[in-house]
């Protein structure tokens, strides 16, 4: 079974002859516990083209020290890293190996650099005795997985030398205890006075790679993040062409998939909804700017985003809704709440989590996912662009932008002139996919377009809102009414289901009432006027 650390640290590297500060009476620090010395003995993995390097990720097998076993670091913030760690075994554990999946694909991960590091260990404690921080000193000696210890100072490719030494020093606040960032930056210029320099590496493994000769060019070094093949020619306003800005976007919703994909595996908050986000945005630009990146190439990837997307839906639709019915029982009064309808919700709520959770993993697990990513990776290392992505920006994303929007007023027209009733339930309902790939379209834009843009996504989001809070209210009373027919089915009684029914339906009523005025102001003419450049 895996555990996660969150790591918050600060890395330090000095000469051989610097000495390390007393750092009590730095700021908290009361007392410094010698805590002993440990052998530490790593081997770190990674794929023949270091993709996980390439992204800041370490994954190694440790013996020695009190943590021994298999570590996989996924970067956070600046400084701030989560530890997934698992038992000791001779390969890597699938349950980290799934971690990483999104950037390894289907690559064979394999030991490239062992790392020895004799480590020296004080405890930073306030004056009550409690733990604040945790000083390692490390002397670190880095070399060529599978390389013989008297291979000498030069690799047998002669490719560079075969082993690096240099002394480290880590300082790492204590999970749950008083440290703070404020503790971090005292001890940093207690040190910085004592001549210890800032880490030149992010990482132990970095610096291994480097100074072993191991470390490989990253693809696209040195060019500008967005740009691709045809890109750069005819630059518009600020240099930009129409193919920089869309591949711009289409690369960070990429990225976000990609990031995303550990933390939905983790279940951890928010994650599925932003990972769905990610997919819906990517289609969306795809649908878009077709002018700008070949249709025949994004439209069999536009179906499998969408594919994924209903994957992901089915566990955060089931969250959304259980928590707006969770919430809309919570607003009544106790004496409204007739029978055990809070357990019943609860039962009702965790059943739909069982199944809809063991999908999702099976997708993320799946032949098709990985397939998926894999044709995004390709994607972006050759883009399909067409003729209009050499020609300025403004131009031809107001052009997208504009008729996206004609396409939203032609369904929002259409719904509002729908009466009441079902139909006008499925006419909104498409409006508002259209109001959010309007806004997805602007969001694009941007770069090129600046403020009008900015102003355009707020309205259209806007719209969005109410049309996305109309449809949850069509979703909740389908809900209620499956709720109040199990009740009575159950000699429960479903008054309250009811007249969670009834709210819901004027909550709809609400919105549909609130639509025409907020519509207004989008379909102002400035507003589409000030997009063209």
Same mark, same amino acid.
């Given at each position: 079974?895996?555990?996660?650390?969150?790591?918050?640290?600060?890395?330090?590297?000095?000469?051989?002859?610097?000495?390390?500060?007393?750092?009590?009476?730095?700021?908290?620090?009361?007392?410094?516990?010698?805590?002993?010395?440990?052998?530490?003995?790593?081997?770190?993995?990674?794929?023949?083209?270091?993709?996980?390097?390439?992204?800041?990720?370490?994954?190694?097998?440790?013996?020695?020290?009190?943590?021994?076993?298999?570590?996989?670091?996924?970067?956070?913030?600046?400084?701030?890293?989560?530890?997934?760690?698992?038992?000791?075994?001779?390969?890597?554990?699938?349950? @980290?190996?799934?971690?990483?999946?999104?950037?390894?694909?289907?690559?064979?991960?394999?030991?490239?650099?062992?790392?020895?590091?004799?480590?020296?260990?004080?405890?930073?404690?306030?004056?009550?005795?409690?733990?604040?921080?945790?000083?390692?000193?490390?002397?670190?000696?880095?070399?060529?997985?599978?390389?013989?210890?008297?291979?000498?100072?030069?690799?047998?490719?002669?490719?560079?030398?075969?082993?690096?030494?240099?002394?480290?020093?880590?300082?790492?606040?204590?999970?749950?205890?008083?440290?703070?960032?404020?503790?971090?930056?005292?001890?940093?210029?207690?040190?910085?006075?004592?001549?210890?320099?800032?880490?030149?590496?992010?990482?132990?493994?970095?610096?291994?790679?480097?100074?072993?000769?191991?470390?490989?060019?990253?693809?696209?070094?040195?060019?500008?993040?967005?740009?691709?093949?045809?890109?750069?020619?005819?630059?518009?306003?600020?240099?930009?062409?129409?193919?920089?800005?869309?591949?711009?976007?289409?690369?960070?919703?990429?990225?976000?998939?990609?990031?995303?994909?550990?933390?939905?595996?983790?279940?951890?908050?928010?994650?599925?909804?932003?990972?769905?986000?990610?997919?819906?945005?990517?289609?969306?630009?795809?649908?878009?700017?077709?002018?700008? @990146?070949?249709?025949?190439?994004?439209?069999?990837?536009?179906?499998? @985003?969408?594919?994924?997307?209903?994957?992901?839906?089915?566990?955060?639709?089931?969250?959304?809704?259980?928590?707006?019915?969770?919430?809309?029982?919570?607003?009544?009064?106790?004496?409204?709440?007739?029978?055990?309808?809070?357990?019943?919700?609860?039962?009702?709520?965790?059943?739909?989590?069982?199944?809809?959770?063991?999908?999702?993993?099976?997708?993320?697990?799946?032949?098709?996912?990985?397939?998926?990513?894999?044709?995004?990776?390709?994607?972006?290392?050759?883009?399909?662009?067409?003729?209009?992505?050499?020609?300025?920006?403004?131009?031809?994303?107001?052009?997208?932008?504009?008729?996206?929007?004609?396409?939203?007023?032609?369904?929002?027209?259409?719904?509002?002139?729908?009466?009441?009733?079902?139909?006008?339930?499925?006419?909104?309902?498409?409006?508002?996919?259209?109001?959010?790939?309007?806004?997805?379209?602007?969001?694009?834009?941007?770069?090129?377009?600046?403020?009008?843009?900015?102003?355009?996504?707020?309205?259209?989001?806007?719209?969005?809102?109410?049309?996305?809070?109309?449809?949850?209210?069509?979703?909740?009373?389908?809900?209620?009414?499956?709720?109040?027919?199990?009740?009575?089915?159950?000699?429960?009684?479903?008054?309250?289901?009811? @007249?969670?029914?009834?709210?819901?339906?004027?909550?709809?009523?609400?919105?549909?009432?609130?639509?025409?005025?907020?519509?207004?102001?989008?379909?102002?003419?400035?507003?589409?006027?000030?997009?063209?450049?």
């Amino acid at each position: 079974m895996a555990d996660t650390v969150r790591e918050i640290e600060r890395k330090y590297e000095a000469d051989d002859d610097t000495q390390l500060p007393d750092l009590a009476g730095t700021d908290r620090v009361a007392t410094v516990v010698e805590q002993g010395v440990e052998v530490l003995d790593a081997l770190y993995y990674d794929t023949a083209d270091q993709r996980l390097a390439a992204d800041g990720i370490t994954l190694r097998r440790r013996t020695g020290g009190k943590d021994a076993g298999w570590h996989l670091k996924l970067p956070v913030a600046p400084g701030v890293r989560d530890e997934v760690r698992a038992p000791l075994s001779d390969t890597p554990p699938a349950e @980290l190996t799934a971690l990483v999946r999104s950037r390894v694909l289907d690559q064979e991960l394999l030991p490239l650099v062992r790392l020895r590091t004799r480590r020296t260990v004080r405890l930073l404690q306030d004056a009550a005795g409690a733990p604040l921080a945790e000083v390692a000193e490390d002397a670190v000696r880095a070399r060529r997985a599978g390389e013989a210890e008297e291979a000498g100072e030069a690799g047998e490719s002669g490719e560079g030398p075969a082993e690096a030494r240099w002394r480290e020093i880590e300082v790492e606040l204590i999970e749950g205890g008083g440290g703070d960032a404020e503790l971090l930056d005292e001890i940093g210029r207690a040190l910085a006075a004592a001549g210890v320099r800032p880490a030149s590496s992010a990482s132990k493994l970095a610096r291994a790679l480097a100074e072993t000769g191991l470390e490989r060019a990253r693809p696209g070094k040195g060019r500008t993040k967005g740009s691709g093949k045809g890109a750069g020619k005819g630059a518009g306003k600020a240099g930009r062409t129409a193919g920089d800005v869309v591949l711009r976007y289409v690369r960070e919703q990429v990225r976000v998939i990609i990031e995303l994909d550990p933390a939905v595996r983790h279940d951890l908050p928010d994650s599925v909804h932003q990972m769905r986000v990610a997919t819906r945005r990517l289609r969306s630009a795809f649908r878009s700017y077709t002018k700008v @990146l070949d249709r025949a190439v994004t439209e069999p990837i536009g179906i499998e @985003l969408k594919w994924l997307a209903a994957e992901l839906g089915v566990d955060r639709d089931r969250e959304v809704l259980a928590e707006r019915l969770r919430a809309g029982l919570a607003e009544l009064p106790r004496t409204l709440r007739l029978g055990p309808v809070a357990a019943r919700l609860r039962i009702w709520s965790e059943r739909r989590r069982a199944g809809s959770r063991g999908r999702l993993l099976a997708v993320l697990d799946g032949p098709r996912y990985l397939s998926l990513l894999k044709t995004l990776h390709a994607l972006l290392e050759a883009p399909p662009l067409r003729k209009a992505a050499t020609r300025p920006a403004p131009e031809v994303v107001a052009q997208a932008v504009l008729k996206d929007y004609r396409r939203l007023a032609r369904r929002m027209e259409a719904a509002l002139d729908t009466p009441a009733g079902q139909a006008r339930d499925e006419a909104l309902h498409g409006a508002r996919k259209a109001a959010k790939r309007t806004r997805y379209a602007a969001e694009a834009a941007r770069p090129a377009l600046g403020r009008p843009a900015k102003k355009f996504v707020r309205w259209t989001k806007r719209v969005q809102q109410l049309l996305g809070d109309h449809q949850d209210s069509v979703v909740a009373r389908g809900a209620l009414r499956e709720l109040a027919t199990q009740a009575q089915q159950a000699g429960e009684g479903g008054f309250t289901f009811g @007249l969670l029914y009834g709210r819901e339906e004027a909550r709809a009523a609400d919105r549909e009432r609130e639509l025409p005025g907020v519509w207004k102001k989008v379909s102002r003419r400035k507003n589409r006027a000030a997009l063209r450049p």
